[in-house]
């Protein structure tokens, strides 16, 4: 199998890498100045050839979903890895949402005019080349080539080797997308081998070549590409979100929230893993939510007071407090009201999402100016923490970094700006 | 003198840069929530402490001054170290300045409201902790800690040895203003020692206690600082800023841009260092353009063309078109029309600033859109890249990376955002 990933036909690794580099980034500079129409044909005709080619992308799956289950990869894994005609016309369709997005680059972000008459825009653009590193599943081909397109960005893709051949065959596509708008067919680019140097080459950033990276993936994937990049990366650890009800919150709401929050998905990254709750809450609300919890069947690990509450309760170690379960376990911890609520987020917090349930505006500004976090809510729950459920469309991820992009990354998250001033003939005085 | 700029008392250096880390979070933490009024009072008792502080700043700006003669250090460099009252009265009115700036903690970027109820705003929130590396200017040390305290971050402060004793008395002041507002003091820290290992530890980013690293200084210090930061940079290299004279040009207008941008300062990153004349140009505006330049006391070095359109221009080099001079020196190439200068600076640039001359709003647009670089200019001159000069106040540095801060860095620049999600218990359904 290694064998037939391998495509680059003998050349020396770096060299394969450093061209695929130097071609993002001339067909960057074309994309930097593409009109919206166009790369919009692109996707449209990569959506459609997506539809014409079902059966051999389902073909090639086939091949990658028989080397997981020979070499014995969890079925979660292989369930990640599988595509059926529905997640195929799921692909297609992604790629549609994407062309309805409004297209950032050119948009003005602030305009003003000085004095002596310059008129000084701020203007996005494209950031120029993206790398996208990501692990088993095939449809991230699709939807972070596209998401870079619509952004006027060159992508080089980097599948797992595990979606090799379901991921290529999706590459094809884009490539029809491409050459039908008549776009260069590095816009989108994929690693023509699985040798994992090829990473540490995409790390090292291709010679200048790479202006950010967005890992897509489990916490190791993520953990390297963090700890090895030597450009910019886009990304989150982990998603240790908290839950704090306070005492002015109202139980039903308070039931309702932290159940959603925690077991809607629990394998999401805004699910929630910790249950912060006020020592001023009346004496049933403690129980009631632990009962509603466990009722719903998640697993509880708590703190004296959760204990004392149910018997149900298991401890929980200082290991849990750091734990994302991504899993239907919780753990559960009674605090001294919001600053009790701040300092513990403060201390074990991935500045992923954080709640406050509560009735009381005043405690709830002070939670909501207090958490170091990409986002925090006020009485909703934290599984909101999604691009599309903030209405900025299709996501390439989240990110918890505090530069350039924090929180949901969409086409506008993946743009840079630049200043453009109008004069008529202004020089700077002495 | 290593002894005297040595304040670590022996203990290791590791522990004692550690320790300075820490100390900047936990003050950051406290900034982040600081209103405006307290901020701005520091900042108002800073500028009274320097002003009351003048005599023992400029005693111990002579020990410095002294130093560096003994060093024999060049003559500029000791002009840009040596203080006196009247720049002292400079650095206590630019803090004035930065009371006077809009704080940009808390501002609403952008707030929409979801069909479910969800009202989505993106904040403004300080970045965290900025580590400031510069040379022998100790005006910095006010400058950049005022920004930083300004925009809510926190600011470790690492001045080059030449300037260490100004530095420290600036510094003084400054934290008699923290302390007089009931700051902590460790909002503005300073590196208690000279020791170039120092340095080091910031870029490695003192264990997650740095978020971004400021240089300031000569293109040495900017390459080691790109080089070896593992936190992100917010800096310029050089400034290889680009004027294009185009065939549509007035020629009056493009003589009087041209010298400016080149000769007001010659020595600002925003000087222009080449100037790229359309071949269609009327046949008189070469001579002209060079016979002003020359006229300037400006040395022209030039391609083929520049050199039979006048006798006094000597032959660019190769090297010539990647010089940043910063100097009374002009490199001049004719290329062909907008496409032509496009190449060039795309090949040339440093990605600073750039600026096109032509009354043909297409070519214009076509400039604008294609260039590459932080600031693009349409009939005005390059030497306005410049924070003040676009109505932005102060500035700590001007960036050519696309991440983040690009441009001017005011304290706009040196914020982060978070998403503040206000919901009446919504839960995301299935």
Known sequence: M???????????????????????????????????????????????????????????NARDVAAAEEQGRPKAAIDRLRLDKKRIEGIASALEDIVALDDPVGTVIAEWTRPNGLDIQRVRTPIGVIGIIFESRPNVTADAGALCLKSGNAAILRPGSDSIHSSRAIHACLLEGLRAAGLPEAAIQIVPTTDREAVGHMLRGLGGNIDVIVPRGGKSLVERVQTDARVPVFAHLEGICHVYVD???????????????????????????TLLVDRACPSDYLPALIDALIGAGCEVRGDDSAQRADARVRPASEEDWRTEYLDAIISVKVVDGVE???????????????????????????????????????????????????????????????????????VEQLTSFKYVVRGSGQTRPK
Not at 247 to 273: Q, S
Not at 360 to 365: E, I
């Open 2 to 60: 290694q064998e037939k990933a391998d495509k680059t036909a003998g050349k020396p690794l770096a060299a394969v890498m450093a061209e695929l580099g130097e071609a993002a980034r001339a067909a960057a500079w074309v994309l930097a100045t593409t009109d919206t129409a166009t790369k919009n044909a692109a996707l449209r005709a990569g959506a459609a050839a997506l539809r014409r080619s079902a059966e051999d992308i389902l073909a090639a």
């Open 247 to 273: 005492k002015a919150a109202k139980l039903d709401m308070a039931r309702e929230v932290v159940v959603n929050a925690k077991m809607r998905r629990p394998g999401i990254c805004g699910a929630a893993e």
């Open 340 to 410: 009790g609520a701040l300092a513990h987020i403060a201390h074990y917090s991935s500045h992923h999402t954080e709640a406050i349930l509560t009735e009381d505006a005043v405690a709830a500004q002070v939670f909501l100016n207090g958490v170091d976090s990409a986002i925090v809510l006020w009485n909703a729950s934290t599984q909101f923490a999604d691009g599309g459920e903030f209405g900025m469309g299709a996501e390439i991820g989240i990110a918890t970094g505090k530069m350039h992009a924090r929180g949901p990354i969409g």
